[in-house]
């Protein structure tokens, strides 16, 4: 039953949707004690009349407070990163100096490094898991206190953080939110649980030379999310995290600094001739192996610059000797009123089973064997698929170029041999950190990337792709991330500078979100994030650009990209 709003009253929004009033003037920590059994999980943070809250803050009435636990998006990110500082905190308890790097996502966790001598151990990567597990016991407050950027500096600059201070040369307040636990001051730009007996459910995973910070699962976050090795994709960002720091921009404050020289144009060159290096590495390995590959699949999730890459590596093979032409999934839909629904009941375009894999497939053959065959195409007006009077006939020097999300998917190509066709998995695997402790989620830039092309080409709006991307997220899930490890050769379409030059854009278009929408709470978290960075002209970005394809003024793109 709905309680009837009281002025004098906090209102919370359980789960079930019920509404019930409790008394105000209390923390928020407080009053989710009272209603913590009616969530399935631990309760982490709230949003109070549209904003997201710690659990600190005290709450006076009216309001209307909707309690996040680790089945929410938000929750599960505070509690990340409430985690994270427990462990580091224990790191530097346990090898006082050593160098503690945050890295990258791996496993459904972290992966981190400790810099020391000897070298990380696994009876290293125990003892710090136990030293989490006393602090997690000895319930201790994550006590949080508004230091001047002058104390901030002096703080990191004893721990031995240049890199954090860097960063406050351009911070764009006049104060920084500190963090402490156990005498341990630390920042990792976002709100923190407020003890550390909510951080029961962790473990290290020793990976050498590193180690995995596990989280709870998304699904059951009274367990750890089991651990999945991705070899492949771990030697991508170890690639990329070594290229960083060779080069000296490997964090936020480090790029910041020399756009201020006046080298950001440097900068882009030359994280662009890495670019054009590895897509010709790719081209000559596909050459190599010559009439043998006459299918090559291009694959990632949304915004990783697929169009933009198969068209580079078009060019490639070309400067090889090869005639590489293009074939699109899009055109082999099955008529749209046939669409496979989703758990909603929506049309799941995403769907493996929206594509004509018979028709697909026997054309694919077709060609190979060197026949004509003429093409379909699909019209996303009537949602049936043509005839397009498009004949198509490959000669020997002519692979397929395939690009789409199912192009990891045996089931996708499944009548041609597995030795006629390879592989490609792209997506921006970041290789810039905020700092050493605080890295950049892959997920962000996407995000950031799509917001800013789907505005210009699309007519959307920030929040229309803010709303729509947990669909994305869940495509991805089901049909690409799970098979990275398929892929013959990854590539990694980060660029190091980009978030320096989508900052204006995606500023402008994220600020017009209205509070009142759910949206706003990923608006504001995404536009201090990109406070951080100072800006970049886009001007100086070639026209051949993976970013040119979010930006604009791509030299490839005659339409609005797929």
Known sequence: MTAKPLPDKIHVLLPDGEIISLAGGRSLQEIGAEVQSRHAAPIIAAIVDHELYELTATVEPPAVVQFLDLTFKEGRRIYQRSLTFLFIAAAFDLFPG????????????????????????????????????????????????????????????????????????????????????????ETLYGYQVPRTGMLEVFELHFYPPGLVLRFPDESDPSRVAPFSDQKKLFEIFREADQWGGVLGFDTVGAMNRLIKKGQGAEVIRIAEALHEKKISQIADLISERGQAIRVILVAGPSSSGKTTFAQRLRTQL?????????????????????????????????????????????????????????????????????????????????????????????????????????????????????????????????????????????????????????????????????????????????????????????????????????????????????????????????????????????????????
Not at 116 to 139: F, H, Q, T
Not at 510 to 530: G, K, M, N, W, Y
Request: negative net charge.
């Open 98 to 185: 050593a160098a503690v790097t945050v890295e990258h996502s791996l496993g459904k966790g972290l992966y981190c490094e400790i810099g020391k001598n000897p070298v990380l151990s696994g009876g290293d990567v125990a003892a710090i898991e136990r030293r989490m597990r006393r602090l997690v016991k000895a319930d201790l407050p994550l006590k949080k206190r508004r230091a001047t950027l002058d104390e901030a500096e002096q703080i990191f600059r004893h721990q031995g953080f240049e890199d954090k201070v860097a960063l406050l040369e351009d911070w764009p307040k006049d104060y920084l939110n500190l963090y402490s636990i156990d005498g341990m001051e």
């Open 318 to 562: 070309q400067v090889n000797g090869l005639q590489p032409l293009p074939v699109s999934i899009d055109d082999y839909f099955i008529d749209r009123k046939d669409t496979p629904l989703d758990e909603f009941g929506k049309p799941d375009y995403e769907h493996i089973g929206a594509i004509d894999l018979s028709l697909f497939n026997e054309q694919l053959l077709q060609l190979i064997d060197g026949r004509e065959v003429e093409v379909p195409v699909y019209n996303f007006n009537t949602g049936r698929r043509e005839n397009s009077g498009r004949i198509m006939r490959l000669a020997e020097n002519q692979p397929l170029i395939i690009e789409g999300i199912h192009g990891l998917n045996e089931v996708l190509t499944r009548a041609i041999p597995r030795h006629n066709k390879i592989k490609l998995y792209i997506s921006p695997l970041t290789a810039l950190n905020i700092d050493r402790h605080t890295r950049i989620h892959t997920t962000d830039t996407r995000l950031l990337r799509r917001i800013v092309r789907d505005a210009q080409f699309r007519g959307n709006s920030a929040l229309d792709t803010i709303r729509l991307w947990p669909s994305v997220r869940r495509g991805e899930e089901r049909h690409i991330f799970r098979l990275q490890e398929e892929a013959d050769i990854m590539f990694n379409s980060a660029l190091v500078y980009e978030l320096a030059v989508l900052k204006q854009q995606a500023e402008s278009l994220l600020v017009q979100i209205d509070r009142t929408q759910p949206e706003h709470i990923d608006a504001r978290r995404l536009l201090s994030f990109l406070s951080f960075f100072l800006p970049l002209d886009p001007c100086d970005v070639p026209a051949n650009s993976l970013l040119s394809e979010f930006i604009g003024e791509s030299c490839y793109l005659e339409s609005p990209p797929l």
